[in-house]
C-alpha cells in the first residue's frame, strides 16, 4: 500500500464529519430562528387581542350613551388672548 493514501482516507473523513457538524448546525439555527418567529407571532397575536379588547370595551362605553362630562354637548369657544 503505498505511504500517503492513508492521509487522503484520513482528510476524506474529516471533510465528511465536518460537512455533517455544518449541517446539523445549520438544522439547529433553523430550529431557534422557527422557536423565535413562533413567539414573535405568539406575542403579536397576544397584543391584537388586547387591542381588540380595549377597542370592544371602547365601543360599549361609548354605544352605552353615558355622558360623564356634562357640557351638554355644546363645546366652548375659544379665545384669542389679548397682549
Known amino acids: 500500500m503505498m505511504p500517503w493514501l492513508h492521509l487522503i482516507f ?11 457538524r455544518e449541517a446539523r448546525e445549520l ?5 431557534a430562528e422557527a422557536l423565535e418567529q413562533a413567539a414573535r407571532e405568539a406575542a403579536a397575536r397576544e397584543v391584537a387581542a388586547a387591542i ?24 366652548k369657544k ?3 388672548h389679548k397682549d
Open 10 to 20: 484520513d482528510a476524506y473523513e474529516d471533510y465528511k464529519a465536518q460537512r455533517a
Open 27 to 31: 438544522e439547529e439555527r433553523i430550529a
Open 52 to 75: 381588540e379588547a380595549a377597542n370592544a370595551e371602547a365601543e360599549a362605553e361609548i354605544a352605552s350613551g353615558d355622558d360623564t362630562s356634562g357640557d351638554g354637548g355644546k363645546k
Open 78 to 80: 375659544k379665545r384669542k
